[in-house]
């Protein structure tokens, strides 16, 4: 029993994080059509402006859950800057060319954004710890749970129903649709597209900036964080379906609970079991659990 | 990439401070004639990626250092005379990072396009096991300073290839021995480690170490994170529900800081006494995050573990004047490859009467050698006087509120000879067969 309900938590946190981390990644796809591979560059820069930022505001000593609030900040500043900057000064001059060639595009970003990042904040690592011991812990018998990971639950829930709420309830949300669904004829109805394109891009890029400024208290901040996340939000969202937000919440909730009951249960299959998934999802559905099949335009 | 060029001989110089020392320290690191010129050698590392931080960057200040200090001739004696062998040191510094097939790209192209002549490097087992064989096709002299497996000198021989830093299965062995000291009365141990060679071969040691000095307590399942997982919500609490008495692990870097701050806010350490064989790299950057009571390793007796002596009071104030942090494993074990290449150097510009030694005649000069480093005494005991043995050591973390600073405590320290197989003798089977031949008095 207890270890069923540590596979549930440890499950649905690791989703969460997920989620978070991959859901930046499939409004870019669903929208701009880009698998954007330096998304997990958002991610490490996140990461590392939140941890400056925090360690700078403790040192301070500052009210301590202004802590939470620099991370929303840090998340802001990165997907503005960073996500603007690589819109409007690159992304822009692939449109209407090869997925693949914009794919490679980002994956140079990715890998010249590796060396920036060491460039600025060198090899040696950051802690920002902190906001992790803010939130206390709560005891289940023998287990001892972070706060501060389960309100990474509560995280990704509000982000999925704010996506949702956006998208289906919002005049700019249904312009949204409107592009995913057909760009060239939402063009023709009056959408400015390369506005959407941009505003998608940058809230992605914010999106993925959170992913690693929330992740930044947990972990020791250093080079590379960036590789292994891109790794597994792929995964997740190749699952779910490419473009899909639900596809992103189904995705990171299988994955999540697979793995933790790898690690409780059968641990020498634990980096196995998300792969596994993953191939036979590919297996029976190629487009993945939610994608849309798309009609072929001649 | 930045390397330190200098060209004037001080042949001279080094061959007075030479005799100097001859006269009271062994006649084998005292050159008895001296090249001139520069030797060109190529110092690899993990300057770049996850590795970098923990322990390319140190090895890298550590070389920069020594180095520097050997060109001058201002390292303590015995090593006082100026280069090696009377050559100043041309430091060629190479980013191991980008898998093997770049390392021995890199190797191939240092050799034959830049003339490096002799290196210093490699932190993965991976590239030591792909350059160990390219060095010796180009027959050139190479100094393996920090990676751990024993596979290097167990399954081949080697001319020009050598270690100068112990083997991982000292490390399995030295903490399953400070276990059976310290805590003999345990039911049950588990390991959480990373999941390649480094992680999967730590954990085998250990464990084998484990059941054949405490054979009642159980091993469980041991958990194989992946590399750079960074998350371990879930080993924690699968941890938490096991409780094993004694936890091992190797993780490193950014892995093993994430660990410990993820384990720590929940507790864990206090439910199961956890043994990090690395984790002397983390404790000065984690300071009072890193709870009290955690068994740490060095990989040898290096950074706190490190035996007071001249060497190591120098090397220890240089390096931290400079660098603002005391230097850790991989710096001592960096510093102790390069004196390694000194003694190799040196003893071969005498073998070659005044004229630039070849690499066989540094190869000579190293085999079987016995030196004093700023840790401890390496002696070339194994692989046909290749490869090092050392004493090693661990102990309890303690964070000194007063000073701020992280300490060790209960330390116990290893003779070479107990925990490193005898010549000959494969790791694996020297363990499994009870470690037969172990001198631990």
């Known amino acids: ?298 | 990439m930045k390397s330190t060029i200098a060209t004037k001989s001080r042949g001279g110089r080094a061959r007075l401070l030479g005799l100097a020392a001859a006269a009271t320290l062994a006649a084998t690191i005292a050159p008895g004639a001296t090249a001139q010129g520069s030797l060109k050698v190529g110092i690899v590392g993990f300057y770049t990626g996850a590795a970098a931080g923990p322990f390319g960057i140190p090895a890298r200040n550590a070389a920069e250092l020594v180095i520097e200090a050997m060109n001058a001739g201002k390292v303590p004696a015995p090593y006082q005379s100026a280069g090696a062998g009377g050559l100043q040191i041309d430091a060629v510094y190479i980013d191991e990072s980008g898998g093997t097939a770049k390392v021995v790209t890199d190797y191939r192209n240092a050799v034959q396009r830049q003339g490096v002549e002799a290196f210093v490097g490699y932190i993965s087992s991976g590239s030591c096991l792909a350059i160990a064989p390219v060095a010796e096709e180009l027959a050139t002299f190479t100094i393996l300073f920090d990676c751990g497996t024993p596979r290097i000198f167990e399954d081949a021989s080697y001319t020009y290839v050598f270690r100068t830093a112990a083997t991982a299965t000292m490390d399995g062995v030295g903490a399953a021995r400070y276990v059976a000291a310290k805590f003999p009365d345990i039911k049950n141990y588990q390991g959480i480690n990373q999941n390649y060679a480094w992680g999967q071969d730590s954990w085998r040691d250990f464990e084998l170490a484990m059941k054949a000095l405490l054979p009642n307590a159980k091993s469980e399942d041991s958990l194989f994170p992946k590399l750079f997982a960074g998350q371990y919500g879930a080993e924690i609490s699968s941890l938490s529900v096991k409780r094993p008495n004694v936890l091992h692990s190797s993780l490193w870097g950014g892995d093993l800081e994430s660990f410990v701050l993820q384990s720590s806010a929940r507790a864990l350490n206090r439910q199961t006494t956890m043994i990090l064989t690395t984790g002397e790299t983390t404790m000065f950057r984690l300071g009072s995050k890193l709870p009290d009571g955690i068994i740490l390793g060095a990989r040898g007796p290096y950074g706190v573990y490190a035996r007071d002596s001249e060497l190591n009071t120098w090397f220890r104030n240089a390096y931290q004047d400079r660098f603002a942090t005391p230097p850790t494993y991989p710096s001592y074990q960096m510093a102790q490859a390069l004196l390694g290449l000194k003694i190799a150097y040196d003893k071969a510009a005498t073998a070659a009467g005044g004229s630039k030694p070849t690499s066989a005649q540094a190869a000579d000069g190293l085999a079987g050698a016995e030196y004093e480093a700023f840790g401890t005494t390496v002696k070339m005991a194994l692989g046909n006087g290749r490869q090092a043995i050392t004493e090693t050591a661990y102990g309890l973390s303690k964070f000194d509120k007063e000073t701020g600073t992280a300490t060790i405590t209960d330390i116990i320290r290893f003779p070479a000879e107990c925990v490193n197989p005898p010549d000959g003798a494969k790791s694996v089977e020297w363990i499994q067969g009870g470690m037969q031949g172990a001198k631990c008095d």
């Open chain 1, 1 to 298: 029993m207890l270890t069923a309900f540590a596979i549930l938590v440890d499950g649905l946190v690791f989703a969460s994080w997920l989620f978070i981390v991959a859901l930046g990644l499939t409004l870019i796809f669903g929208v701009m059509k880009i698998l954007n591979v330096a998304h997990g560059s958002f991610y490490a820069f996140g990461a590392y402006v939140a941890a400056n930022a925090i360690g700078v505001y403790y040192e301070a000593g500052l009210p301590p859950l202004g802590g939470f609030a620099l991370m929303a900040g840090a998340a802001l500043v990165v997907g503005v800057v960073l996500g603007t900057a690589l819109e409007r000064g690159l992304l822009r001059f692939m449109y209407g060319r090869d997925e693949v060639l914009t794919a490679l595009v980002t994956f140079a970003v990715f890998l010249m954004m590796e060396d920036v990042i060491i460039l600025v904040w060198g090899a040696d690592p950051f802690f920002a710890y902190q906001p992790y011991g803010l939130l206390g812990v709560t005891e289940a018998g023998p287990l001892v749970l972070s706060n501060y990971d389960l309100s990474l639950i509560g995280l990704a829930f509000t982000l999925c129903a704010v996506t949702w709420w956006v998208l289906n309830r919002t005049r700019q949300g249904r312009l949204l649709i409107a592009v995913i669904h057909d760009r060239e004829l939402a063009a023709a109805f009056g959408i400015n597209v390369t506005r959407m394109f941009t505003l998608t891009f940058v809230i992605g890029a914010m999106l993925g900036a959170l992913g690693g400024a929330v992740t930044a208290p947990m972990i020791s901040v250093t080079p590379g964080i960036g590789v292994e996340v891109i790794v597994l939000a792929f995964a997740i969202v190749v699952i779910g379906g490419m473009g899909s937000i639900w596809g992103a919440v189904i995705g990171a909730v299988v994955v999540g609970v697979s793995r933790a009951a790898a690690v409780h249960l059968l641990p020498q299959v634990e980096l196995f079991v998300i792969y596994a998934v993953m191939a036979l999802v590919l297996a029976f559905r190629p487009e993945g659990l939610f994608s849309r099949a798309q009609a072929r335009k001649i």
